[in-house]
Structure formats: C-alpha cells, structure tokens
Nanobody, 118 residues
Framework: QVQLVESGGGLVQPGGSVRLSCAAS????????VGWYRQAPGKQREAVAI???????NYADSVKGRFTISRDSATKTMYLQMNSLKPEDTAVYYC????????????WGQGTQVTVSS
C-alpha cells in the first residue's frame, strides 16, 4: 500500500507562485511513473506533470515553462513548483504514483485546492 499526502495549496493572485508537496509512505515498489494531476469544476481530471520511471519529465502544454516537477527519492517527496499562475490553473491538484509489474495500479492523494484569483 502507498499513502500520499499533498500540501501547499491555497489562494494565490494571478502571476504568483506556489509549491505543492506530496509525501509518500508505505511499501513502494516497481514505480512506473509519478506525477501531478488536476481537476477543475465540471472538467475531467487531467495530467499536469509526470516523471517516468526512466526519469523523463512530461508536462501538459498549458503549463510548460511555468510549472516544474521534481522528486526527492531519499525523502519520498514530490514537488510541483507553479509559477506565473493564471486563473485557469484553479483546480484541485492530486499527486499520483503509478506502480506495477504485470499490471498497473494507481495511488492518489486526497487533493489540495489551488485557487488563482485577485
């Protein structure tokens, strides 16, 4: 079992910055990818930033150049640095671990709200 706990969300003005954290615990094996997703009201959950098992970083086009994903393997903590925030970035942000060998299993955090508004 993998437990994920996000923190760092809140209210931020347009153009501002915020850093999200995701602390992982439990037995973590065979990681396929880790990443951040978001879900805005009335919309489907979408991938924001992903780190693959090979270390490749993938970003949604809408956040490229503004968001940076990183991971500290020693502390099992993942981060999402969000800069130049826009109102359309408002959403609940979830961290995700995708693990497995023969089949994949997804673990999700509880989500943290980010609201970009003046």
């Amino acid at each position: 079992q993998v437990q994920l706990v996000e923190s760092g969300g809140g209210l931020v003005q347009p153009g501002g910055s915020v850093r999200l954290s995701c602390a992982a615990s439990g037995s973590i094996f065979s990681i396929l990818s880790v990443g951040w997703y978001r879900q805005a009201p009335g919309k489907q959950r979408e991938a924001v930033a992903i780190i693959t098992s090979g270390g490749t970083l993938n970003y949604a086009d809408s956040v490229k150049g503004r968001f940076t994903i990183s991971r500290d393997s020693a502390t099992k903590t993942m981060y999402l640095q969000m800069n130049s925030l826009k109102p359309e970035d408002t959403a609940v942000y979830y961290c995700n671990y995708r693990v497995g060998v023969a089949s994949a299993l997804n673990y999700w955090g509880q989500g943290t709200q980010v609201t970009v508004s003046s």
